[in-house]
């Protein structure tokens, strides 16, 4: 005699709540990239009436602590040249973004143009550095 179930098993997989878990991690994603900030290093730039639009390639920051930072990676002053180097070597005609705090002496922005220009004495295609600026009011 064979037994027979009432209740059958069924094997099919509800995507029902699927469609809802989705739509939640879209809405997180999409606040928390409106919450990312590209310059994470917090600088008060000066301010200028002129705009220059370029490609950038590198960005190099000098905070109001001025430490040095390329791609805001740390590096010391003495390393400074050997990074920018490292960091533009696939484009050697790139474009470098200074961003300075306002607080910085023109002694530290003076570091950077010279690494820059050691880099430039060597190498035929040339490196550009513009100094990044907040609008005018």
Known sequence: MAIQHRHKRDSNFSTA?????????????????TLVS???IKLLLPR???????????????????????EQTWVEPV???????????????ATIVLRSDKTV???NVVTVLDAVNRINAHE???LKVILATAPHE
């Open 17 to 33: 709540s699927m469609s809802d878990l989705v739509f939640l991690l879209l809405i997180f994603f999409i606040l928390l990239s």
């Open 38 to 40: 590209p310059n994470a």
């Open 79 to 93: 390393e400074l040249e050997a990074t920018i180097y490292e960091a533009t070597r696939a484009n050697p005609s």
């Open 105 to 107: 002496p023109i002694q």
């Open 124 to 126: 035929t295609e040339k």
């Open 48 to 70: 200028s009436e002129s705009q220059t639009m370029a490609k950038q390639n590198l960005t190099v920051y000098i905070n109001e602590e001025l430490q040095y930072f390329v």
